[in-house]
């Protein structure tokens, strides 16, 4: 009876990342980065990988400069590329870590496309259209495919602009705050 009650506690550290994801989408970017930045001292570089990912992904979108947005977004790959399935439906049962990946490769695509740097940003989204087949048919992962089309119609359109959107994140069935992925639809 104990475990179960372990299991169905929320979980602390998923929670206040989520407190901070509230934050930033209220408008107060600045608030927001520094509680990650607070919250990724607590968590450290050999913490748990799901608390990583999620933080670093989140932490990626109150970036400035290009390159930090780029940074972050690589922890939460590295991260992600640590998890297991166990781990992440200790979280929420109908994850899986390899439903992360089209987000995580997605906002790869979009870093490098802002740094100038295309044959990266094609590469990501090649990675990203390749692991679609893990999305599921609903909101979520209609808003990723759809992402990924518009990213894909910008970098190969010849002579288009390339603009990047900082892409957003839909919550679990419940609005809650799930882990990565964040793509707007």
Excluded at 92 to 105: D, I, K, M, N, T
Excluded at 153 to 175: A, C, H, K, Y
């Amino acid at each position: 009876m104990a475990e179960q009650q372990e299991q169905a506690a929320p979980d602390a550290m998923m929670t206040r990342i989520g407190q901070a994801v509230m934050l930033h989408h209220a408008g107060d970017r600045e608030e927001a980065r520094t509680r990650f930045l607070d919250l990724w001292e607590e968590i450290g570089e050999g913490g748990d990988a799901l608390h990583r990912c999620t933080l670093a992904h989140y932490m990626a979108d109150t970036q400035d400069d290009p390159a930090d947005e780029l940074a972050w977004d690589l922890r939460a790959l590295s991260a992600a590329d640590e998890l297991s399935d166990g781990r992440v439906a200790e979280h929420h049962q109908s994850l899986a870590v390899r439903a992360f990946y089209p987000s995580l490769h997605l906002n790869l695509a979009a870093d490098y496309v802002k740094l100038g740097r295309s044959e990266a940003a094609r590469t990501h989204l090649g990675h990203a259209r390749g692991a679609t087949g893990a999305l599921a048919d609903d909101r979520y992962g209609d808003g990723v495919r759809a992402a990924i089309g518009r990213l894909e119609l910008r970098i190969q359109g010849p002579g288009s602009s390339v603009e990047t959107e900082r892409p957003d994140r839909f919550g679990g069935p419940g609005g809650e705050t799930l882990g990565p992925p964040r793509q707007r639809p």
